[in-house]
C-alpha cells in the first residue's frame, strides 16, 4: 500500500540531531554534539533511596493513572520555587507538568497556531523546538541575531511582513545553539513588541539554571504582566533527562487548552517520576545539588574553552558562554559548516552543522554547535585538538 | 489580553471522563466511571526490586536521553512476543514505543489526517481517542454498531458519504465502552472493505489480555497482509497505567512518520519504565501475572454482572463482557442517560453517560458505562444496590 501523509509530517525530516545521536553507537567516535547532561550530573543515589521509599509507601499513587495537569503537590512545590526564587507566576497563570519541555512547546503552538500561521524565532534555534512548529503545520520564520539575541528592529520588520504571525519563540538564557544569553534591556524591548502586536511569546528556559559565570537576568516571564508569556522549563538538565519530566508557566486559560492537548497525548506525564521529582524537591537539597552541576559545566566549559584557544585558527571564532551546554563556531564567511562537520566524523570527532538549527532548512551556515557536558574532560582535550588539526587543513585547503 | 485558540482547539473540551476523574476526590462517591486497572495488578513488590537494579547498575542508561522510538533490546523483546504469541508484525512492519496507548493514536492521526480529513469510528469509541483525532482538526464520523461491534454494511455506507475518510479506528476486543468484542467473521469483512477502499485501520487493543472467558479471537493485525494496519497497544492494562509505556506495531515506513511527530511530542519515553518493562518481560513471569490480572477481572465482573441481575430493574440491559473493564447499560427507549448519571452521582454513586463517547458530541444516549476493576468487591456490592434503587426510582417517575 503506498501512504498519504498529513501536508504538514509530508516534508519533515527527523531532527538532525537525534539522527546523529542514533548514529553514535561507534565508541571511537568523540561527540561534542548531543546536548545531553553530564552523566556525572545524575543524584543518582538520593534517586534510588527516594525511588525505594515510594514503591514501599506510595506505590498504589505512583503506577496507578493521574490527573493530566500533574501531581497537585509537585505543581505547587514547582509553583512555589518559580515564585520565590525566580518572581515568576502572577495570579492568572497556572503550573501544569509536561513530558518534558518539548511537550510544552509543542502543545503551545498546538493549540494557538492553524496550518499555515507563522512562529517568529531566532535564527538559528532548538531544532526540537522548530520541528514541533513544522509538525503543526505552522511556518518558522526566522529573525535575525547578534551577540545579544533577537535585534528588535528585525522583529519589528517580520511582523511587518508576517500577518501570520501568532507567536515568538525565545530562548534567551544560553540560547541554544549559540550558547549567548540576552541582556535585560535587549528582554524588555522584545517584550514591548510583543506587547505592542498582542503576540504570544514562548520562553523557553531549559538551562537557565546552569549560569556558572556573570549575573543572573530575569527571565521574560517576570516581566510578563499582560499575560502574553508561556514559559517553558524542565528538570531534564538538572535531576534527568531520561525520565522527561518538564512543566510549564503560563496564563491560565492558556495551560487548559493545553492540558486538553495533553489528555490527547499521553494523559498524563510519568506519576512515579513526578513523586521522585516531587520528594527530591522537598527532602533532598535541590539548589544545592544544583550548585554542583554548575561547577562541572564550568569546569567543562573553561576547559574546552582553553583548548579552542590553543588548537584552533584565529580565523575560528567562537562565543564564551556563563552557562548552559553549549559554545556557538564560526568558521571564516564563505565556508559551509556541513562540509567542515563530514571531514570531522571522518576524523572521529562530531560537530552539529549550524544549517541543523536554521529556520530555512536549505540555507547554509558557516557556523557549528559544540557541547561540553557530555563528552569526559580526556575526550574534550583530546578531541578539540583534532578538531584544531583539522580546522588548520580545511582551511588552508580551501 | 484576550487568547485566540486554534481551530481544532477552539472548541475542544477536556475529556468528561477525565473531569468526572477529577471531581472524585469526595471519597464518599462509589465511582463506576473510570477506566482504572485495579491496584490489585501492579506487581509492586517485583518492580521495587528490579528498579534498585537499575539504579544499582544502568542509572546512567536510565537517567538519560534516549532513542525516540525505544529502548532497543525492549522493542525487540515486544517485537518477538507479539509475534509469537499473537501473529502480529509481518516483514515490513516496526514497532515503536509510545507514552501510553494515547500517544500511538494521536500520532496515527497527526501523520495520516489533515484537519478537515475524517475518521471513522465506532459509535460509541473511547473518547480519548475521539480528542485525540479532533485536536488534529479531523471530524470524527461515528458508523453504527450492533452486538458484533461495527456493522459492515454501514461502514460501507460511511465511506461513501464521505470522501474526506483517511482512516478506521476500531477497539475490536473488549470494546471501549461497550465492552464487546467483534467476531473472526466480522473482522476479516472490515479488514476487506479497508482493503477495497485503501483505507488505514487503526487497531486499538488495550484490553485484549485481559479475556477471562470465552475464546481468543485473532487481531486485524495479524490478518495484515496489505500493510494498512497500525496497531496500538499497552503496558498499563497489565503493568501499570501510571508509568505510561504503550507501544505500536506498524508498517515501517508510518512508524518512521510517527518516531518523527513523536521527537516533537516528548522526545523520547522514560527510559526508566522502558527498562522496568523490558526487565519485567525479560526476568519475570509476565504471562503468569497477566493470568492473575484476569482472575480478578473475572470475579469482580461476575461479581457486578450478578448485582445487576439482582438489583436491575428488567427495563435495563446490559452486556455480559468476556474480558476488558467495562459493561456497557441501557435504559429503556427515550430516555436520558446523563439525566440518570445526575441522579446517581447525587445519591454518590458515579456512572459515564454514553453520550460521553458519541462522535456527535451532541448526540443523546440512553446507555451508562460501568467500571468494575477500579472499585472494591464491597463497593461494587454497595454501588449496584443504590443504582438499582436509583433505576427503579428513575423508570416510575419518568
Redesign the interface.
Known amino acids: 500500500?503506498n501512504?498519504?501523509?498529513?501536508?504538514?509530517?509530508q516534508n519533515?525530516?527527523?531532527?538532525a540531531i537525534?539522527e546523529i545521536?542514533?548514529s553514535l553507537t561507534d565508541p571511537s567516535i568523540i561527540s561534542f554534539a548531543?546536548?545531553?547532561?553530564s552523566?556525572e550530573s545524575?543524584p543518582?543515589e538520593e534517586?534510588?533511596k527516594l525511588?525505594?521509599d515510594i514503591?514501599?509507601n506510595a506505590?498504589?499513587?505512583?503506577?496507578?493513572?493521574?490527573?493530566?495537569e500533574g501531581y497537585p503537590a509537585f505543581r505547587e512545590a514547582i509553583a512555589k520555587r518559580q515564585r520565590e526564587k525566580f518572581g515568576i507566576g502572577g495570579e492568572n497563570d497556572a503550573v501544569m507538568v509536561v513530558?518534558?519541555g518539548?511537550?510544552g512547546i509543542?502543545l503551545c503552538c498546538?493549540?494557538?497556531?492553524?496550518?499555515g500561521?507563522a512562529v517568529l524565532c531566532e535564527n538559528p534555534s532548538f531544532i526540537?523546538a522548530l520541528?514541533?512548529f513544522r509538525?503543526c503545520?505552522a511556518k518558522t520564520v526566522g529573525v535575525p541575531m547578534d551577540e545579544d539575541g533577537m535585534i528588535p528592529a528585525e522583529l519589528e520588520k517580520a511582523i511587518a511582513a508576517t500577518p501570520t504571525a501568532k507567536m515568538i519563540y525565545l530562548i534567551p538564557t544560553f540560547q541554544n545553539p549559540r550558547g549567548s544569553t540576552t541582556s535585560l534591556g535587549r528582554r524588555k524591548e522584545l517584550y514591548e513588541i510583543a506587547k505592542k502586536h498582542?503576540l504570544?511569546i514562548l520562553e523557553d528556559n531549559p538551562y537557565g539554571e546552569l549560569r556558572f559565570a556573570g549575573e543572573e537576568i530575569p527571565t521574560l516571564k517576570s516581566m510578563d504582566t499582560?499575560?502574553?508569556v508561556v514559559y517553558c522549563s524542565s528538570f531534564?538538565k538538572i535531576l534527568?533527562?531520561?525520565?522527561?519530566v518538564g512543566f510549564i508557566v503560563a496564563?491560565n486559560?492558556?495551560i487548559?487548552?493545553m492540558?486538553?492537548?495533553k489528555?490527547?497525548?499521553?494523559?498524563?506525564?510519568?506519576?512515579?517520576?513526578q513523586l521522585l521529582c516531587y520528594k527530591y524537591m522537598t527532602e533532598c537539597d535541590l539548589d544545592g545539588h544544583i550548585e554542583k552541576i554548575r561547577a562541572i559545566y564550568r569546569r567543562k566549559c573553561n576547559l574546552m574553552l582553553e583548548c579552542l584557544d590553543r588548537e584552533m585558527p584565529k580565523a575560528i571564532t567562537y562565543t564564551r558562554p556563563e552557562g548552559g551546554l553549549f559554545i556557538w563556531c564560526t568558521l571564516p564567511e564563505g565556508y559551509d559548516s556541513a562540509d567542515f562537520a563530514k571531514f570531522a566524523v571522518a576524523k572521529k570527532v562530531a560537530v552539529v552543522p549550524g544549517s541543523a538549527f536554521n529556520c530555512d532548512t536549505e540555507a547554509p551556515s558557516n557556523s557549528f554547535r559544540l557541547n561540553y557536558s557530555t563528552p569526559t574532560d580526556e575526550q574534550i582535550v583530546s578531541g578539540i585538538k583534532t578538531l584544531g588539526e583539522i580546522a588548520r587543513e580545511y582551511l588552508k585547503n580551501e
Open positions: 500500500m501512504y498519504t501523509f498529513s501536508d504538514a509530517f519533515l525530516k527527523p531532527s537525534r545521536f542514533k548531543a546536548g545531553n547532561p552523566p545524575f543518582t534517586l534510588a525511588s525505594a514503591f514501599a506505590s498504589t499513587t505512583a503506577l496507578q493513572y493521574s490527573i493530566t513530558s518534558g518539548n511537550q509543542d498546538r493549540v494557538l497556531c492553524n496550518p500561521d526540537g520541528n514541533a509538525a503545520g498582542s504570544i499582560e499575560g502574553l531534564s534527568s533527562a531520561g525520565m522527561r496564563p486559560a492558556i487548559q487548552k492540558a486538553v492537548g489528555q490527547c497525548e499521553d494523559v498524563h506525564t510519568n506519576i512515579f517520576f
